[in-house]
C-alpha cells in the first residue's frame, strides 16, 4: 500500500500499467460473457508478485466451481483507478486495489456494490479497520484481504523493548533514522494531529469539510516537529535508512511491512520489531498514530457475471487465501481467524501491525478525492516547519491553508 500512496504522495504521477496474460492459467477470453456451454469467463486483474499464491487458489475455485473459468492477467494494484476508468467493459472483472480508491470509484460508477450476503460476511470476519476501509457511504465497496501500517524497526542490540514505548526514551537512548525533511514526510507524519486529537476529513474520514489542524492542538504538533531539528536522537534520513540501519549510524526507522525482509537483511538476528511509540506534544503521552491501508479485491460494475465475480472476489479474501498471502507474500490478513493463526500471531511484524490496526493506533486513510491536493501542502508544511523556515508566529496562518486546500470540493 506504500507504494500506491507514495504515488499520490510524489504529485500523482502513475505508471501505465501492462497486462501480461499468462499462459496456460484460465481461458484465453479477454472479456466476461457465458458460452454456449454456460462457462462464465472472468477475467482477474493481480499484482505480479500475487501471482505464485493467487494461481493454486484460483484453480481450486475453478474446481469447486466448474462453471466458472478464470484467466489471471499481471497487473498493477495501485493504477485500478486510472487503468479500469480507460475502459470498464474491458477491464477485469475482478481486481486488486488499494482501499483509498474505493471512494472515487464508487463515485464514478466503477466498483459494484458488495452484495448484502457478502457485506455481512465481511463486517462478520473482518475487523473493524478493514470494514471501515471498504465502506464508502454507508455501502459496501470491496473485499478485503489484507491490512498494513507503518511500525517501529529496531536494534534490539542497541535498544529494548522498554526503550521504544516512547519516543523520549527512543531518541534519547537511541539514533531513530526517519524522513522530516524531504518528499514523503506528509505519509509518515500527518497523523501526528491525529494523535494530538485532530482530524482529518472527519471522524470516518469522508467529510471534505471535516479536517481541524488550524487550531492549538495542530500549533502544539507543528512547534514539536520544529524541535525534532536539535534532537540528536533523530537522524534525517530517507533513502539512505535501510544502509544507515545496517552501518550502524541509526538504530531504529518506521516503515512497514514492505521492508521487513530488507531490515532483516540488514539486521539479521539483532531486528526487533515494535508497534509506535507514545509522543508528548506538551500535554502528556499520547499514542503516535499511523496511516492504515487495507488490500482489496473490487467487482467491476460492467460485469457480466456480477454473482460469478463476487463469489470469486471472496474466495480469494476467504481466511484459507488469507493464509496462502501471509506465507507466500507476507501480507497481514484482516479475516479476524486468520490474525488468529499461529504462525500469524508468532510473527513480530505481522503482530505489531495488528496492534497498529486498532483505531487507538492509526487511522484509517480517506477515500475522499481531495486529499490529492493535501498532499503537497503536508509536505511542504512539515518539511519547512522541520527546517526552521516558518516561524512560529506563523504556524496558525500555515496551518489555516492546510485545512482550506484540504476542504476545497473536486470538481
Do not use: R
Not at 514526510?185 to 471534505?208: C, H, Q, R
Not at 516547519?385 to 491553508?401: A, F
Amino acid at each position: 500500500m506504500k507504494k500506491n500512496w507514495k504515488k499520490i504522495l510524489l504529485g500523482g504521477l502513475v505508471l501505465s500499467m501492462s497486462m501480461v496474460v499468462l499462459a496456460g492459467c484460465g481461458s484465453k477470453s479477454s472479456s466476461s460473457s457465458s458460452s454456449s456451454s454456460n462457462t462464465q469467463n472472468i477475467k482477474l486483474w493481480v499484482d505480479t508478485e500475487h501471482i505464485a499464491a493467487i494461481k493454486g487458489q484460483v484453480k481450486k475455485f475453478e474446481k469447486a466451481n466448474p462453471k466458472v473459468h478464470v484467466t489471471i492477467k499481471a497487473g498493477s494494484s495501485a493504477d485500478a483507478l486510472k487503468d479500469v476508468s480507460k475502459d470498464p467493459d474491458k477491464a477485469a472483472d475482478v481486481f486488486m486495489m488499494p482501499h483509498d480508491q474505493v471512494g472515487q470509484m464508487a463515485d464514478a460508477g466503477l466498483l459494484y456494490p458488495v452484495s448484502k450476503k457478502y457485506s455481512n460476511s465481511i463486517k462478520k470476519n473482518d475487523v473493524k479497520s478493514a470494514v471501515d476501509g471498504v465502506t464508502w457511504k454507508g455501502k459496501v465497496y470491496g473485499f478485503p484481504y489484507g491490512i498494513e501500517s507503518q511500525v517501529l524497526y529496531y536494534n534490539k542490540a542497541k535498544l529494548s523493548a522498554e526503550d521504544v514505548k516512547s519516543w523520549d526514551t527512543l531518541t534519547s537512548k537511541g539514533k531513530l533514522g526517519t524522513n522530516f525533511a524531504e518528499a514523503g514526510a506528509n505519509y509518515i507524519f500527518t497523523p501526528l494531529f491525529m494523535s494530538n486529537g485532530d482530524v482529518l476529513y472527519g471522524k470516518n474520514g469522508e467529510t471534505v469539510k471535516g479536517t481541524n489542524f488550524n487550531n492549538e492542538k495542530g500549533i502544539q504538533v507543528l512547534s514539536w516537529i520544529a524541535k525534532q531539528k536539535d534532537n540528536s536522537g533523530v537522524v534525517q534520513t530517507n533513502a539512505a535508512a535501510l544502509s544507515n540501519l545496517q552501518s550502524g549510524k541509526t538504530d531504529a526507522f518506521l516503515s512497514g511491512p514492505w521492508s521487513k525482509n530488507d531490515v532483516k537483511k540488514a539486521l539479521g538476528k539483532n531486528m526487533a520489531v515494535a508497534p509506535y511509540p507514545t509522543v508528548n506534544f506538551g500535554s502528556g503521552d499520547v499514542q503516535m498514530k499511523a496511516f492504515l491501508g487495507v488490500k482489496v479485491y473490487g467487482v467491476n460494475q460492467q460485469t457480466k457475471s456480477p454473482v460469478a465475480s463476487m463469489k470469486l472476489a471472496k474466495y480469494l479474501t476467504n481466511e484459507a487465501t488469507q493464509k496462502v498471502e501471509f506465507e507466500k507474500n507476507g501480507v497481514v490478513p484482516s479475516n479476524a481467524k486468520a490474525q488468529d493463526l499461529q504462525v500469524v500471531k508468532d510473527d513480530e511484524t505481522a503482530k505489531s501491525v495488528m496492534t497498529m490496526s486498532a483505531s487507538d493506533h492509526s487511522v484509517v486513510m480517506p477515500k475522499v478525492p481531495q486529499i490529492t491536493d493535501l498532499w503537497p501542502q503536508m509536505d511542504s508544511v512539515i518539511n519547512d516547519t522541520y527546517k526552521g523556515k516558518i516561524k512560529s508566529s506563523d504556524y496558525q496562518k500555515k496551518l489555516d491553508k492546510v485545512v482550506s486546500v484540504a476542504s476545497k470540493k473536486s470538481n
